[in-house]
């Protein structure tokens, strides 16, 4: 049975999406349906004329001026031959889904996307969710979360050697940027918490680098008088962070990144918290340690559920640490400056100078310590991924000596 | 053997990727087919006439410019197929809302049109406002033409989006636009919620049709026009050309609906020198 609908405009304007309401009324109809349209604005018919073509549906135009518009004959063109994205994240994400929501039907015939990892198992972890969300409430604002008037150590070569570590972290957080910022993109969106964890994940290395960059005050204006002397970026330091830069695979960039060098990073930023000389500084450390121990549940937790899939994946890590190690074994490791410059803060007592021998040996040991909890922090985690107490001991002396 | 050639006007760029994507499908589906397009619609005409074209896809005008200059030689031409958006438009007379009343109170006033070959937004509602007693036509030092890309008959929309602007900005007192852009212009932001309003409608007309001459090849015609009837919105091959070219359905052409433009072509004499050149050459 053929079903009427009156759609009364009286009063509607049709330049104010009236055509609209029209749609709305056709959109449930059928063939011999018809809808029948009554209003008062002049440009009602030439509009609702216009509307009917692009439908694709009858329209004629009644004696007292009312217009009808019969159901379109394509209705549903868009939707035949779709494919619905599933809700729940698929074992493979088909290219044509495209950038489309889960949950979605995609219409047939569009493009296609090339993103390299498309699989679940390359890139899934369940963890996925309650990281993101965490990352997400613990966002801080570099404004207003770091004490930035607080006075600097008066001290000028403690200061300088806070300059130096600022600068090294600077070069390796932004490694830590690209890294993430690199496979966001070739992630298929259809795994849509990976894409939010990597983009939530760069823009906090944004944010350390903005805050690492304003501490050590290296874009700063500087006032009359000889400059100091730059910090050192140096061959081994960059070489070190190259290869994880140019790392092509997720997994192994993953494990290089967040599970040794991300890893190692959280130990040196406590480290900084702990004994860094002023509050700017200890600041800086602590909510950077915040986010770098999200940094590395994630990769930890990715790597967890891997390892678990497929076991040849272990193999390829530590193949991954012996080959970097090789390719990093001509370069000079951690550079002396830096290295020096963590005595220097860790060894630094308030009204003592800062190249007293007391002093010294104290930073020396903490710097010491600071490696062994490197190193044990390492093989616990090592050891989470399946590796055994020996292979995960082996692993993790060969990591490079530039900590990430 | 020579392939079933196609001519149309490049009025936009996206003409080259609509009949590149028909030239793909029709030679897919066993017809040899190519395409040659041209700058404006009397070359096009000239090009069907001369035998270098073996279907061509017409504005209203060229339709009508190619049917007097057949009439004239003795030979026939016939629109073979049209869109299903093809049928039945109208154009519409604008008005400040505050504007003229009725189409008397434009005597005297300056009325904005599209390119003054538009069959549109120029001939025909000029011809409504004509027969309804005003005495306008495209010439007329009250009729402000925006001559957008004359040749291509107004196929290019920016003509009817400046003839609106220039009422909105005072410049003119009327502007003549097709109907489906009525509504595009409002949802565009052109024209803002109440400031213009309809004065006058054309009864309905007919678009495009793609034309043949007598003489043309039956087997890849008829081969052509069951292709195009094939086509189906519902498939995502065909409807993204459908979508390209405007249109859910291609029909079987008629004629009917090209009455008042051939009405106004008369009254105004828009066809008639071209028409006699062609008709010289033979």
Redesign the interface.
């Known amino acids: 049975m053929t079903r009427r609908r009156v759609v009364d405009l009286t009063g509607a304007r049709m330049d104010q999406g009236a055509a609209l309401i029209v749609r709305h009324a056709l959109a449930d109809m059928g063939p011999g349906d018809e809808v029948r349209v009554v209003g008062d604005d002049a440009s009602l018919v030439p509009t609702l004329r216009a509307l009917a073509r692009a439908l694709g549906a009858p329209f004629t135009v009644e004696a007292d001026g009312a217009c009808v518009l019969g159901a379109s004959t394509h209705p549903d063109g868009r939707r035949t031959g779709g494919m619905l994205v599933p809700t729940a994240p698929a074992d493979h994400a088909h290219p044509r889904w495209g950038l489309a929501a889960r949950g979605t039907l995609v219409e047939a015939g569009g493009p296609e996307f090339a993103f390299p990892l498309a699989e679940k198992r390359a890139v899934w972890t369940d963890e996925l969710a309650r990281l993101y969300a965490q990352a997400a409430a613990a966002q801080w604002d570099p404004a207003t979360a770091i004490p930035w008037a607080e006075p600097r150590c008066d001290d000028d070569a403690v200061e300088a050697a806070v300059v130096q570590v600022m600068a090294y972290l600077v070069e390796n957080e932004t490694a830590a940027l690209l890294v993430p910022a690199r496979f966001c993109a070739q992630v298929h969106p259809h795994f849509r918490e990976v894409l939010q964890l990597l983009a939530i994940q760069t823009a906090d290395e944004a944010r350390h680098i903005e805050v690492f960059t304003r501490r050590a005050g290296l874009e700063a204006p500087r006032g009359p008088g000889p400059a100091p002397m730059p910090p050192l970026s140096t061959v081994g330091g960059q070489t070190s962070l190259k290869s994880l830069v140019d790392e092509p695979d997720f997994a192994l960039a993953s494990f290089l990144l967040s599970v040794l060098g991300e890893g190692s990073f959280l130990s040196l930023l406590r480290f900084l918290d702990r004994y860094a000389p002023d509050a700017v500084t200890r600041a800086v450390a602590r909510l950077a340690a915040q986010d770098e121990a999200r940094h590395v549940a994630f990769g930890l937790a990715h790597l967890e559920r891997q390892t678990a899939l497929d076991p040849s994946l272990r193999p390829q890590l530590a193949a991954a640490v012996h080959a970097r190690h090789d390719a990093l074994a001509h370069t000079a490791g951690l550079n002396a400056e830096v290295f020096d410059a963590l005595v220097l803060i860790a060894g630094h007592q308030p009204n003592r100078p800062a190249w007293d021998p007391v002093g010294i040996a104290t930073g020396w040991n903490a710097v010491q310590e600071l490696i062994a909890e490197m190193d044990a922090g390492r093989q616990v985690r090592l050891r989470r991924l399946g590796f055994s107490g020996a292979e995960a001991a082996a692993l993790s002396a060969l990591h490079t000596r530039n900590f990430m | 053997m020579r392939p079933f050639i196609l001519g149309a006007v490049a009025y936009d760029p996206k003409v080259v990727t609509i009949w590149d994507g028909f030239k793909l499908y029709f030679e897919a589906n066993g017809l040899s087919f190519d395409y040659v397009l041209f700058h404006n619609y009397e070359r096009q005409v000239e090009a069907h006439f001369a035998g270098v074209i073996d279907v061509a896809w017409n504005s209203p005008l060229a339709w009508v410019q190619a049917q007097r200059i057949a009439t004239r030689l003795g030979r026939r031409a016939q629109a073979v197929a049209m869109r299903?958006?093809d049928?039945?438009?109208?154009s519409?007379v604008l008005v400040r809302t505050e504007g003229p009343a009725t189409i008397a109170d434009l005597t005297g006033r300056r009325i904005g049109v599209g390119a003054m070959d538009s069959p549109q937004a120029t001939l025909l509602p000029l011809l409504q406002l004509a027969e309804r007693g005003l005495d306008v036509h495209p010439d007329h030092p009250n009729v402000v033409r925006h001559d957008v890309l004359v040749g291509k008959h107004g196929d290019h929309i920016g003509g009817e989006r400046e003839a609106v602007r220039a009422l909105l900005h005072g410049d003119v007192d009327a502007a003549c636009i097709i109907?489906?852009n009525?509504?595009a212009f409002?949802q565009e932001g052109t024209?803002r919620?109440?400031?213009?309003?309809?004065?006058a409608?054309t009864p309905?007309y007919d678009h495009c049709n793609f034309t043949v001459l007598d003489g043309t090849a039956t087997r890849p015609l008829t081969r052509f026009l069951a292709l195009l009837h094939g086509m189906s919105?519902?498939?995502?091959?065909t409807?993204?050309l459908m979508d390209l070219e405007g249109l859910?359905?291609w029909r079987p052409g008629r004629t009917t609906g090209y009455s008042a433009l051939d009405r106004a072509c008369t009254r105004f004499g828009t066809a008639d020198a071209f028409v006699a050149q062609q008709v010289a050459r033979g």
């Open positions: 299903d958006t049928q039945d438009l109208t519409v109907d489906g009525l509504a409002t024209v919620a109440g400031a213009l309003r309809v004065l409608t309905a919105w519902g498939e995502a091959d409807r993204r859910k359905a």
